[in-house]
């Protein structure tokens, strides 16, 4: 089983900047290369919508249209933590930011929420004037 905490979310003006960070952990031997890692978030009143994903063994990484160029995803495998560094946040971006993982995630399903086993419980990011 592995276990995914957030954190790193708070009340931000726009055009300000956030990090968000997940911690992994699960039974000795973990590896977190072994993960697709992703950030999905979910805004009031919609559905769960893909952010960012860095993937298993590779660490190929997608983003959602919206957020490239403002968004940045990372992951350091020796520490068993994703980080989701987000600059020029827009109204837009309000929303509980959820952490996952999977290790038998194929390419073509990297932004499918349906696809992760492990979730984290969120961490909200609000941006308001």
């Known amino acids: 089983q592995v276990q995914l905490v957030e954190s790193g979310g708070g009340l931000v003006r726009p055009g300000g900047s956030l990090t968000l960070s997940c911690a992994a952990s699960?039974?000795?031997?973990?590896?977190?290369?072994?993960?697709?890692m992703a950030w999905f978030r979910q805004a009031p009143g919609k559905e769960r919508e893909f952010v960012a994903v860095t993937s298993q063994r590779t660490g190929s990484i997608l983003y959602l249209d919206s957020v490239k160029g403002r968004f940045t995803i990372s992951r350091d495998n020796a520490k068993n933590t994703v980080i989701l560094q987000m600059n020029n946040l827009k109204p837009e971006d309000t929303a509980v930011y959820y952490c996952?993982?999977?290790?038998?995630?194929?390419?073509?399903?990297?932004?499918?929420?349906?696809?992760?086993?492990?979730w984290g419980q969120g961490t909200q990011v609000t941006v308001s004037s």
């Open positions: 996952a993982a999977d290790s038998g995630i194929i390419q073509s399903q990297l932004r499918s929420q349906s696809q992760y086993d492990y």
């Open positions: 699960a039974a000795s031997g973990f590896s977190l290369r072994r993960y697709a």
